[in-house]
């Protein structure tokens, strides 16, 4: 589907698919305009790269931050920090309504119980509410990062709404040359062992050798948490 009066995702993704983080962000925020753009941040391990390149785009392209109740203290200081350190001008905080946690989730048990209903009410119908405003939406996502992710185009059809992955082409070399020329700071919790951070229940430290992604969801099927997989309305 394509959202009234922009490009398709196809035309888009054929013009900007060699192009690079920064030029497909400045195309996004072109065809789309800073008031119907967003970009969506976890705060996670490999964020500051994402954020850094935004920025210094444009500072002022809103941020949405998905903060489902479980996330670490560390996530939450990371995001007051990269706030300061980048001066990110509109970062929005969502979190999950009240009067959905309380019928659904009234034991906080439903990460265990059934994690794909647990992302549902706290990540994927919170992400929904916050687009609501917008035609198209940034996120970190990598081809390197394999399973459902490898063969993701540069712009893709979110359904109601674009969706641009200024990463897709990326290393995990570059990601690692932003954060050392810009002089990122690391996550709190990335020298204690946690490649890539998610809600406290559902994550794991790493060991030597395995995917970033493997102590997500760790001795389950389950390796995204919907918002990626289910197209938002
Ligand atoms: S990652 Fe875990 S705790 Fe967080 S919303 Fe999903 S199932 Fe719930």
Redesign the pocket.
Known sequence: MRPAGLPSADELDRALRNAAPAEVIAAALKVVGRERLALVSSFGTESAALLKVMADVDPAIPVIFLD????FEETLAYRDTLIATLGLRDVRSIKPLEETLTREDPERE???S??????????VEPLARALAPFSAWINGRKRFQGGLRADIPVVEDGGIRLKFNPFANVSREDIEAIYSLAKLPPHPLAASGFLSV??????SRTSAGEDARAG??RGRT?TE??IHTVKTS
């Open positions: 489902t109740g479980w996330l439903l990460w265990f059934d994690p794909d209903a647990c992302c549902r009410i706290r990540k998610g809600c406290m229940p559902c994550t997500r969801w389950k948490c919907g």
